[in-house]
């Protein structure tokens, strides 16, 4: 099947998919703290039988089978320490930014929710188990005691991805006719004051990527820009996005730069890294703010992503490995469903951004593996683990036994929830489900 033939319906069910599971393989409690959740930054299932494995993983031996003296004892420590393993796993290290986008994944989620009724028959994990809004506000909770008791942190970016998170999700409790908890509220206040700060006229204008401030990029300045375009701070919005025009949109390319940082001779050193990410947030600004200017810049945008960013000898949208670049492309295949369903841009540009994202994945999901009998608990077996890279599958890049780091999973959920808003507009577009075409 392709993408393009691929229903509304059989994306959602797939997005449910995902979304069961990566709360199924990720997600905890914060140290059992009732009203938290948090996901660990990693998930490993036990190895194949015959494979060497940690210490800690080893199965023992029962008792009178081979054991030395104290070994019962070794073996109680060892269960021990596997039962405690995933809240250990919270607590080192700390990935402040990926639980930003554990929330918005949540949101997604909610959303769809929300378009089947809002009821327990609509949650993605069933009718006995939290809305994905309220694992969501769960979340925000266990972020702020992780970070301790504060969600300022040492990075802008990081800031902006939680404030913009809990933006969507206050927005979805206002859809589903419940009040946004004032928390999210006091976040967002809090966090612009930190925006504020980081803003300034050094180098030009833009925004500092950390309170060491000696650094300018795009991965703060373009999220603090389409956050203070979606909380009606137009004038600074659109100031930062003539800044990136002017500093770090590469002409050739057509492609936004990583950053600047002051020379120690007096001048300005132009980091000139492309990342798949730092595009999404640029177009999703553009696309708020409007006006013929920015949306002719979103179009070409779209065009240069399908240029440039795309996988070699692959329609899919390139992928850049694990840690945090584990989530740039589904952070990009959000911001490209937007485009694909704003009527504002040409028929062509929003055709050529809901091939990207289908087609994407498409790939995670034809790519996927499950997690099998003898691997985890049998409330996990049929979940599944997605690919570090779309264009390669699962099984190759993590084999049973592997360590999965969460990014990486959010990346796929947030790709499979954004072709499932690709697939809904489209629907809502056009009765018979066609999409619109370059001709």
Known sequence: MTSSSTSLTAWQDRANHAARSVTALFGRKLLLLPGTHLGAVLWQGKHPAGQDQPAAEQDQPAAGQGQEPGGRRLGRWLAALRRV???AGLVLPWHYWWQAHYVDCLVDTGRRELGGGATPAARFNGPDRPSAGRL???LVTGIRLRNALTFVNSYYDDMAWLALATLRLDGLAEETRRPGRRRNATVRASLTLQFDAACTDDLGGGTF???KRDFKNTP???????FYARTGQRGKAQALLDWLDATLFDLDQGLYLDGVRPDPAGGVVVERAVYTYNQGPVLGAFLELGGDAN???AAALVDAVNMKLTAVDSP????EGTGDGGLFTGIL???LALAAADTRLPAATRATAARLVTDTAEAFWSGRRSVGAGEARARLEGTSIFSIHAAHPAAEAYPP????ELSTQLQAWMTLEAAAAVAAAVTAASPDGSAPTAG
Do not use: D
């Not at 703060?220 to 389409?226: C, N, S």
């Open 401 to 404: 036994g592997a360590a999965v």
């Open 295 to 297: 949306l002719a810049r």
């Open 316 to 319: 899919v949208l390139r992928c």
């Open 209 to 211: 990527w950390s309170k």
């Open 136 to 138: 969501a506000s769960r």
């Open 220 to 226: 703060a300045t373009a999220p603090v820009a389409l």
């Open 333 to 335: 295949c959000r911001y």
């Open 85 to 87: 393993r995933p809240a």
